[in-house]
């Protein structure tokens, strides 16, 4: 490489990051002796060297933050092990398979999932300005203690609307609701560890950071020309849409715990948990994934809470 530069200063070139600059296509008159040469050639290399530098300390960083968010997410798809056996419970014929395959397999399945939404959160989730600030922090020299207190009154502010919310929701609409649906939700209930990881970190990093970040993007670049600024109606858009396959994705689960499927349950289902979504959106918009995350977790407390205090009375 620098005999290919000292070459190309010999036949009056110069080598930058963008190509060969020919010294006949530089205003000459700007150019007064050896010294005013030497200098933009050194200009040039750092512009060259520099890019490169920056794109590489970018690269480690992004993969270390992705190792990170599979890391936690991953602690959240193992926190659902004990859910299956009951999920199975549920179903009119047991597996043909030993339970511990099953498991195994569900484990592997979501593990794929996770990373696949990972990765799609890391690739879209910086082009439409969207982001995860403490666990960025952590290789930006940033304070990691101050972008937390950013974040925490916020993330407990959305937690607490969200989970008084859905309270009162299935209170005020529980009549209307099957009765099997209601004894299934008696009697099937995640351990309060699965609620709060799985539930709380794992659908935050597969929801915000992997569909909402893709979905802003690709309004973002139907709407707009490459390199506007993002408009606030594509994400509004994507808070909406990733807020209703959220609740959709809860249909299964309610399938299987009730044999009496009404438009009721349904909508209580997915407009229930779309509402704590649209929260959880708008937090990872403006405050960023550690926000949606901790808001997640407190809305789960809430409503452990809650359902603690119905029971005793």
């Known amino acids: ?65 992705n190792l990170i968010l599979f890391f936690i997410g991953m602690i959240g798809v193992l926190s659902s092990i004990p859910m299956i056996p009951l999920l199975l419970d549920l179903a009119p014929e047991p597996p043909e398979i030993p339970m511990i395959l099953v498991q195994i ?22 082009r439409v300005n969207l982001s995860a600030p403490v666990i960025e922090s952590i290789f930006q020299s940033d304070n990691m203690l101050e972008k937390f207190k950013n974040i925490f009154p916020a993330a407990m502010f959305g937690g607490l609307i969200g989970g008084v919310f859905l309270l009162i929701f299935l209170s005020v609409v529980s009549k209307y609701l099957p009765s099997e649906f209601l004894e299934g939700v008696e009697n099937f209930s995640p351990p309060w560890y699965t609620r709060l990881l799985y539930g709380g970190i794992t659908e935050e990093i597969l929801i915000r950071w992997g569909l909402m970040s893709f979905f802003t993007w690709c309004c973002y670049r139907i709407t707009q020309s490459k390199g506007s600024e993002v408009r606030s109606i594509n994400y509004i858009f994507a808070i909406v849409l990733s ?12 399938f299987m715990m009730s044999g009496v499927v009404t438009v009721p349950l349904i909508a209580y289902i997915i407009l229930g948990n ?25 809305a789960h407390i809430t409503m452990l809470v809650g359902e603690s205090y119905t029971r005793m009375n």
């Open 243 to 254: 807020a209703l396959i959220f609740g959709a994705g809860h249909l299964p689960v309610v």
């Open 1 to 65: 490489m620098q005999q290919n530069r000292e070459t190309l200063e010999f036949l009056g070139c110069y080598y930058s990051n963008w190509g060969i600059i020919r010294l006949e296509d530089i205003n000459k008159r700007q150019l007064i002796g050896y010294q005013n040469i030497r200098k933009l050639y050194t200009s040039l290399l750092y512009l060259q060297s520099k890019p490169e530098s920056s794109m590489n300390s970018l690269t480690k960083s992004k993969s270390k933050q």
């Open 274 to 298: 779309a509402f704590f979504g649209l929260i959880a959106g708008y937090l990872y918009w403006k405050r960023g994934l550690e926000c949606a995350i901790g808001a997640h977790m407190i």
């Open 105 to 126: 397999i569900s484990v592997i399945q979501s593990g794929v999932l996770l990373l696949l939404m990972v990765f799609l959160g890391s690739y879209f989730s910086h």
